[in-house]
């Protein structure tokens, strides 16, 4: 998108300062066989994949069970395997939204190593907490927006729009595609790159305090610090139109980065919104070390499709016609206002 490139111009030199300054880091050994960079502290450089087979939620199956035996675990993949060797056949509004096949996928294949049967370890029953009833209003009114013709692209979803990624966070959940990030380190600071919408964050490790609570970012405020060997990244300061998994602009986000081994970073993440949730919730899982490089991300929903959205949308209107495929499949489980008596 064209607008943006003085923005990510100037974003991409201080990424590119990281590289430099990561490039030229002799990665020393610690006694416990985790790489170290040149200045002291772990080293969680690389291109890190966070794919996983691993559902968000536990599934109701397993109840109050947290692993699974190996042999529970390679049956679950096996069955996943099949199911997408021979997907069903999509009819209707659903074969529009989504629209792809297996070539423009990159699921991931295996479960977590732990075997966990939910990425969501607190609560322990692994699943969402429920949502406050300010988090349903918010949706509700987000539904009746998306489901009529947009007079203006504001009236689509971020993420249509290309202004955010499905995936990319933070916090950065395993998707359909894209689930790749970078991590670039240089003294003082932490950049993350992900695939996704090519989203980066530059996070400093200086103590400095989070920007005014009026400055609100699409991916939040961060700032790091570390806590021995793990990497800790609180953001704040999220805008209105930011989500995840029904969080809101006031969500404190707390992710931990650890190196476990060579090939692994183990990532954590706290969800901490009381207007959204009625508890915090938290995620454990691991992105896998890859020799994939991160390309470019183009988001042409909001290059070519806006203009046509929107041309579709007048003509529709001139044609006196009234439907509800403006809402994609996809968040027709939100509520409607009539629902929660609005």
């Known amino acids: 998108m064209h607008h943006a490139t003085s923005h990510r ?36 450089q690389g291109t890190w994949d966070f794919r996983t087979l691993t559902p968000m939620q536990r599934p109701e199956e397993y109840k109050d069970r947290a692993f699974l035996t190996p042999e529970e675990a390679a049956a679950f993949e096996q069955k996943v395997a099949e199911g997408r060797a021979n997907p069903p056949e999509r009819t209707g509004q659903s074969d529009v939204d989504v629209g792809y096949n297996t070539g423009f996928l990159d699921l991931g294949t295996e479960l ?41 692209a504001a009236d689509r979803p971020p993420s249509t729009r290309c202004l955010i990624g499905f995936n990319a966070g933070p916090p950065m959940t395993s998707g359909a595609y894209n689930n790749i990030m970078r991590l670039f380190q240089a003294p003082g600071y932490v950049a993350i790159l992900n695939e996704m919408v090519n989203e980066h964050r530059i996070i400093p490790l200086d103590g400095r305090d989070h920007v005014p609570n009026n400055v609100r970012l699409w991916k939040g405020d961060s700032r790091g610090r570390w806590d021995g060997d793990t990497l800790v990244v609180e953001t704040v300061n999220f805008t209105p139109h930011t989500t995840h998994s029904g969080s809101g602009m006031n969500m404190h986000l707390t992710e931990r980065f650890t190196r476990v081994d060579d090939d692994t970073l183990r990532y954590e993440y706290t969800v901490d919104d009381p207007e959204m949730f009625e508890a915090p919730w938290s995620v454990d899982t691991e992105m896998r070390l890859t020799d994939d490089d991160v390309y470019e991300y183009a988001c042409h929903e909001g290059n ?8 579709g949308a007048r003509r529709q209107e001139q044609q006196g016609v009234d439907d509800d495929t403006w809402l994609p499949s996809w968040y027709k489980w939100m509520p409607k206002k009539e629902d929660l008596g609005q």
Request: glycine fraction near 6%; charge should be positive.
């Open 304 to 311: 070519y499709a806006m203009r046509l959205m929107l041309s």
């Open 112 to 152: 977590s190593a732990s075997l966990r049967t939910s990425q969501i370890v607190d609560p322990p029953n692994g699943r969402l907490p429920a949502l406050t009833d300010a988090a349903r209003l918010r949706y509700a009114e987000w539904r009746e927006v998306w489901s009529r013709p947009p007079q203006t």
């Open 9 to 44: 111009s100037r974003q991409g030199a201080i990424v590119a300062a990281c590289v430099v300054a990561a490039a030229i880091a002799t990665g020393a050994s610690a006694q416990d066989g985790a790489p170290r960079t040149s200045w002291g502290v772990p080293d969680l």
